[in-house]
């Protein structure tokens, strides 16, 4: 937090260190975000980079009122979220996202933790897009309700009631997975 | 059945773990250096000192132009709305030039009463030629010798 402070600080004096080194710091980060959100890696990496060029243009006048992590990850979701709406009628294979489980171990472990992170993105796939949002922000990158209310400029009950329905139905998907 | 917690946490370990390709870091990077370098250079024209900027900027020349605007504007009163010296000023002048007009339609009405409109020509014509080149040395007494002839 307090190191972010300082980037930040550095940055708003027109540091490029300051910038790479918060590019490099949240850069997979986001990425995986607007994967998630997107499933698609062409997309998401023009999601990031978009975010970091508005980013970069607000120097001198950024201020930073929550964490940068959530900051960026809120640009993130709300380009996603627009990207998301211009595209219609494109298909997003599953195939699409080289995404890997975060535990790393064995090469037994990581084949494990690679089908299970696919198999998750296949679910959150089937999910609605602001079910899909919440949930992620939420549990992927510890964004708190009522963070993500006034990031996405909706009310605190509607992302719970969101974070629970997509719950619910992520569960109901998994059951009948488990049944078959 | 899973439980909720269980779901959350299955999601919050199955967290996908991407990294950013060579190409896309040097994109992104090459970018946004470009946007924040043209940001701080249309911020630097902007910074080009303007009386109103330097004005803004510093507290003293905030007070300066305070002080300066309360002085024109008690200035700009006094001319305009203030205990009126110049007005008494203009009266005592018109009362002080008064005299000589007096006189002069004193001569003409005189004229008029001895010898009609002929009269005020004639006495018009001495007057011009008495008045004309030294104005400053006629005397009353020369005006009603003039007129009486």
Known sequence: ?180 | MRHKKNIEKFVRVRKPNVTTSRRMDKRTLNDSFAAMEQTIRAKSTDLRPSTPRIITLSRMMKLTAAAAVIIVGISFFIAHQGPGKKGVTTKVLEVVESPSEIMTMKSLTIAYRRGGVEGIENQCEKALKILGPQPASISLGDLFNGSKS
């Open chain 1, 1 to 180: 937090m307090v190191e972010d402070k300082i980037l930040v600080w550095k940055f708003n004096r027109g540091s490029k260190d300051a910038l790479r080194r918060i590019y490099e710091k949240f850069k997979d980060d986001l990425l995986g975000l607007a994967i998630t959100l997107l499933r698609d890696r062409s997309l998401a990496e023009d999601v990031v980079h978009d975010v970091f060029v508005s980013f970069a243009g607000a120097v001198g006048t950024f201020h930073l009122s929550g964490t940068l992590k959530g900051y960026l990850s809120t640009c993130v979701a709300n380009c996603a979220r627009d990207r998301n709406r211009l595209r219609s009628g494109r298909s997003m294979g599953p195939d699409v996202v080289e995404a890997s489980g975060s535990n790393s171990g064995g090469p037994m472990e990581h084949a494990i933790g690679r089908e299970e992170s696919s198999r998750l993105q296949d679910l959150l796939t089937r999910l609605p897009y602001e079910q899909r949002e919440v949930i992620v922000l939420h549990l992927h990158h510890d964004m708190r309700f009522r963070e993500i209310a006034k990031a996405l400029d909706i009310s605190i009950n509607t992302v719970q009631s969101r974070y629970r329905y997509g719950l619910d139905k992520l569960r109901s998907i998994l059951n009948s997975v488990v049944t078959k």
